[in-house]
């Protein structure tokens, strides 16, 4: 089974940019979905984009033209590009194939007003 790490978090301040990295133990080409997570304090945790290998992705409405995941499948990297950052993305971030269950230990984001 694959596993994944993720990479990149830290602390910003409001209206930041912050980009964070999903490194897989293998290639992801033959990957039909990696998805970034994310838990906030308190809440469960939510998927905030998806790609797919053909090329498309799905953004969460909550974060539609603030953040974009890019996929590159040469490699085995998904980042997380996220601009103007709120208080509201504060949480554990992750990434993972949907369905598997296999999570690595997130990354946490902190933004600060």
């Known amino acids: 089974q694959v596993q994944f790490v993720e990479s990149g978090g830290g602390e910003v301040q409001n209206g930041g940019s912050m980009t964070l990295t999903c490194t897989a133990s293998?290639?992801?080409?033959?990957?039909?979905?990696i998805a970034w997570y994310r838990q906030a304090p308190g809440k469960e945790r939510e998927v905030v984009a998806t790609?797919?290998?053909?090329?498309?992705?799905t953004i969460a409405d909550s974060v539609r033209g603030r953040f974009t995941i890019w996929r590159g499948n040469a490699g085995n990297t998904v980042l997380l590009e996220m601009n103007n950052l709120k208080s509201e993305d504060t949480g554990v971030y992750y990434c993972a194939e949907p369905g598997t269950n296999a999570w690595g230990p997130g990354t946490q984001v902190t933004v600060s007003d």
């Open positions: 293998t290639g992801i080409a033959h990957i039909y979905q």
């Open positions: 790609s797919f290998n053909y090329g498309s992705s």
